[in-house]
T-cell receptor, first 118, second 113 residues
Framework: EADIYQTPRYLVIGTGKKITLECSQT?????MYWYQQDPGMELHLIHY???????EKGDLSSESTVSRIRTEHFPLTLESARPSHTSQYLC?????????????????FGEGSRLTVL | SQQGEEDPQALSIQEGENATMNCSYK?????LQWYRQNSGRGLVHLIL?????REKHSGRLRVTLDTSKKSSSLLITASRAADTASYFC?????????????FGGGTRVLVKP
């Protein structure tokens, strides 16, 4: 079992609402990621972080924002949700692959947050 | 465009049969990883193969890597109904901007009892 947790698992909200998806890990990993995935489709990286106070945009443009104030916590926020934001959001973390590792080790994923915007 | 692409997109087999799926990628890599995703859940890491390795085993899983063809295969032997899931390959590209994996579109495997 991976020690990475996402809340809420399911969220249905109306257009224009502000939402925050929480992600926490207890493995002390520096690297954390947010992926967006539509049902049965590929994963798209939308945000990542190398450590505290580090955040970068991923390969897929997203209107969401993230913060990394603590190592274990990497929340994602949508200021004004729209139906186009309906999707599953997956959080992941990664430690180094061995010593002196520049290369990526395995990712540990949370169970996902399925967001539906009406 | 995707760094990794799985083939086939979907696979249906009987319990006890072997399942093979392939992944092709475009640029040189540090390593390639395979993940499983059960419906509506997060991904679970299965196996990592480094660029200097050609084959790796883990239980009923066998992964091969051919860097000259930029391709990998995942074989699940003696499949079980519990193996029903989507399987994704992910690559760690050399010289990629940022330290991040790129996932393919996945192969949806159905194992019929």
């Amino acid at each position: 079992e991976a020690d990475i947790y996402q809340t809420p698992r399911y969220l249905v909200i109306g257009t224009g609402k502000k939402i925050t998806l929480e992600c926490s890990q207890t493995m002390g990993h520096d690297k954390m990621y947010w992926y967006q995935q539509d049902p049965g489709m590929e994963l798209h990286l939308i945000h990542y972080s190398y450590g505290v106070n580090s955040t970068e945009k991923g390969d897929l443009s997203s209107e969401s924002t993230v913060s990394r104030i603590r190592t274990e916590h990497f929340p994602l926020t949508l200021e004004s949700a729209r139906p186009s934001h309906t999707s599953q959001y997956l959080c992941a973390s990664s430690g180094p692959l061995g010593t002196g590792a520049f290369y990526l080790g395995e990712l540990f994923f949370g169970e996902g947050s399925r967001l539906t915007v009406l | 465009s995707q760094q990794g692409e799985e083939d086939p997109q979907a696979l249906s087999i009987q319990e006890g049969e072997n399942a093979t799926m392939n992944c092709s990628y475009k640029t040189s890599i540090n390593n390639l990883q395979w993940y499983r995703q059960n419906s509506g859940r997060g991904l679970v890491h299965l196996i990592l193969i480094r660029s200097n390795e050609r084959e790796k085993h883990s239980g009923r899983l066998r992964v091969t890597l051919d860097t000259s063809k930029k391709s990998s295969s995942l074989l699940i032997t003696a499949s079980r109904a519990a193996d029903t899931a989507s399987y994704f390959c992910a690559t760690d590209p050399i010289k990629a901007a940022g330290n991040k994996l790129t996932f393919g579109g996945g192969t949806r495997v159905l194992v019929k009892p």
